[in-house]
């Protein structure tokens, strides 16, 4: 009977967040589309690159209602940045069509649902190393500099370009592009190719020029640079450790705005009516934030309803955007939580009751040991951390016809890494050290299913795996219908759970088992087996306090590197790793950290939850693994 009433209660808490998911990203699709006033639909766009293969740009299309061939109106490309996609332009793309403006977004290669790696981008075959890390060193190199090997550096934006401006909606001569980051060259390919396009918005970009050109032509037409104070990539601030003062520099002030003395902040120089207007706008943010800053946008929407005659009926500062992705990141917290009663109903059944096992209670770290345990993992991890990802982003010598998930190959090199420390640190331990002085058994360490032998029953072992599958399908599945139907993932900003395209399907399969010997290891065996916490006085505050000690571990030394990475920035004095002569350090993996924070808080309150369900560790540590493969394969740079 209780078995029966514990199905039913959590099948009633699952349909209750499956309808707030839903509500909430039915709510935000209907603020996309400014509650009908705006038409959004994907779109492919045929593309034959240069290399002679035909394919398709991916796009998100933003068309506002009044638009039509007898009342064309303006248009925006918007490109992404560097491990985004064309949703994460969706806070752009929205508020330039609820301005009048249709808005583009595209998946540029190797990015979203592109079927083009990033490979098709081309790179420099001269220099050594695996080809990944031949591109990244050639990354700022644009169309016409001469460098071997480039094939597309607007990589398939130029093609998207002028699509956009040939339909019978557009104004074919007020057509505009904006792009962050990686996204920035593409923009500067795409104008300086398009010499009829009307403004260009660089959000964290580098500074070209000269104004007017030998013709006196202008080669890029009211431009617009949204800096960000605290911008990590040293080239997008143009190799100074700061960057309040890049307004007295002459690159800035002489090559890109064309003045002959230093220039203000927020001031807008030259012309709108002959394309040379300039202006520099600073934003205080992150690298990463300039694409979702208030100020940002609404910087953009006053420059770009400006260059493009549009007459808006809302103010610049007027912005609804924040509230769609709101609502998405509610729907992802939700979607992610609702495993928990997922997991409950399916360990009421009778296939996989028998993963439900008692929870080891013999064994309890000693206070001291686990504040010893917890330094040592905290130093590991912030100490490894900037150095392998790097390298296994582009100069560890994976084949890369098969690794061809950027960001995963960085992840899985550092965890991994940690991983084998690890086991021969749990080894030492269990063999010689406080484990065996202590008499902790496999059992003890939520491996055993028998309490004195090492015993592994591989039928609830194979049960446990069954049942971490069909808790990923039913996610996919959740997210395939929001997709399908509402033409959104589950996201905040940021791409986190979208549906998997074919290839990234075969990524995700390729990197899940070194995902999950790290999260077995260090995310099971050692946080729920060596570093045992002692039971609180409920068990809602077991919960809670266990997952804090796990984020404690498990980000700890992520915090110490952030801290180290940002704290002197924002006191004005530059990144940590710049001021200490090692900015390749700089760049993708310290700017991922605001995506790496929010997945651990939220999975390790999942991987405490199931430990304590099952008192094994193994279906916490695949539902995990599981997630963060897909996160990983899912939404990042594709090879």
């Known amino acids: ?61 933003y068309v506002p209602a009044l638009a039509s061939e007898a009342n064309p109106v303006p248009a925006v ?40 790696g990033l490979r098709h981008r081309g790179y420099d075959r001269t220099k050594g190393g695996p080809a990944r890390f031949k591109l990244f060193m050639s990354f700022s190199a644009l169309n016409g500099a001469g460098v071997d090997g480039l094939v597309d550096s607007s990589m398939g934006a130029t093609a998207a370009f002028r699509w956009l401006r040939d339909r019978d909606y557009v104004r074919g001569d007020k057509v505009g592009v904006t792009g962050h980051s990686m996204g920035t060259w593409s923009a500067v390919t795409v104008a300086r190719e398009n010499p009829e396009h009307a403004a260009i918005v660089l959000q964290c970009g580098q500074p070209y ?92 929407m006053a420059w770009f309803t400006e260059a493009l005659g549009v007459e808006p009926t809302i103010a610049p500062d007027d912005l609804v955007f924040m509230a769609r992705e709101l609502l998405v990141g509610l729907a992802l917290l939700v979607g992610a939580l609702s495993l928990m009663p997922l997991g409950s109903l399916l360990l009421a059944t009778p296939f996989f009751a028998a993963v439900a096992q008692p929870m080891p209670e013999r064994y309890v770290m000693p206070s001291r040991s686990w504040r010893r345990s917890a330094a040592i993992s905290v130093t590991l991890s912030a100490a490894l951390y900037p150095f392998m990802t790097q390298l296994g982003h582009g ?83 959740v997210v395939s219908t929001c997709y399908r139907v509402f033409d959104t993932d589950l996201r905040f900003i940021w791409p986190f759970l979208r549906p998997l395209t074919p290839a990234r399907a075969g990524q995700f399969f390729l990197y899940l088992p070194f995902f999950f010997v790290f999260f077995l290891i260090n995310g099971g065996v050692k946080l729920f087996g060596q570093m045992r916490l002692p039971e609180a006085s409920s068990s809602v505050r077991t919960q809670w306090l266990w997952w804090a000690k796990s984020v404690l571990v498990m980000l700890g030394g992520l915090v110490v590197v952030a801290l180290f990475e940002y704290l002197p920035f924002f006191l004005g004095f530059g990144t940590g790793f710049a001021l200490t002569g090692l900015s390749l350090f700089d760049g993708p993996f310290m700017s991922a950290l605001v995506l790496i924070f929010p997945q651990f808080f939220v999975l390790f309150f999942l991987a405490v939850y199931f430990f304590r369900k099952t008192g094994r560790v193994y279906l916490g540590s695949l539902v995990v693994a599981t997630l963060v493969t897909w996160i990983t394969c899912g939404g990042a740079a594709y090879f």
């Not at 002679?52 to 299309?61: F, H, T």
């Not at 969706?90 to 979203?112: M, V």
Request: net charge neutral; charged share 20%; no cysteine.
């Open 1 to 61: 009977m209780e078995a029966r009433n514990q199905a039913a209660r959590s099948a009633a808490v699952l349909a209750v967040l499956l309808l707030i998911v839903f509500g909430a990203v039915a709510t935000a699709s209907f603020i996309e589309r400014d509650f009908g006033a705006v038409a959004v639909s994907r779109v492919r766009i045929p593309v034959r690159t240069n290399d002679g293969l035909d394919a398709y740009i991916p796009g998100k299309l």
């Open 77 to 116: 490309l918007a490109l992404h940045g560097y491990q985004n996609d064309k949703d994460t332009s969706a806070a752009f793309a929205l508020e330039l069509a609820r301005r009048g403006i249709a808005a583009l977004a595209i998946d540029q290669y190797g990015h979203g649902e592109s079927p083009l």
């Open 209 to 300: 020029g000269p104004v007017y050109g030998a013709d006196g032509s202008v080669e890029l037409k009211n431009y617009l640079m949204l800096q960000a104070r605290y911008d990590e990539f040293d080239y997008f601030r143009d190799y100074e450790l700061t960057t309040g003062r890049l307004n007295e520099a002459a690159l800035r002030y002489g090559v890109f705005a064309g003045q002959d003395s230093p220039i203000a902040w927020n001031t807008t120089y030259g012309r709108f009516d002959d394309g040379s207007a300039r202006r520099m706008e600073m934003i205080e943010t992150v690298h990463r934030g300039v694409t979702h800053s208030s100020r940002a946008i609404s910087a953009a």
């Open 395 to 477: 100069l560890f010598p994976y084949p890369d016809g098969l690794f061809k998930t950027l960001m995963a190959g960085g992840l899985i090199l550092w965890l991994d890494t940690l991983a084998v420390i690890a086991f021969f640190s749990l080894r030492a331990w269990y063999r010689h050290g406080e484990g065996r002085r202590l008499g902790v058994t496999m059992y003890d360490l939520g491996l055993s299913f028998d309490r004195e032998k090492t015993v592994i029953d591989w039928g609830i072992v194979g049960k446990t795996a069954l049942m971490a599958l069909a808790m990923f399908s039913y996610l996919l599945a």
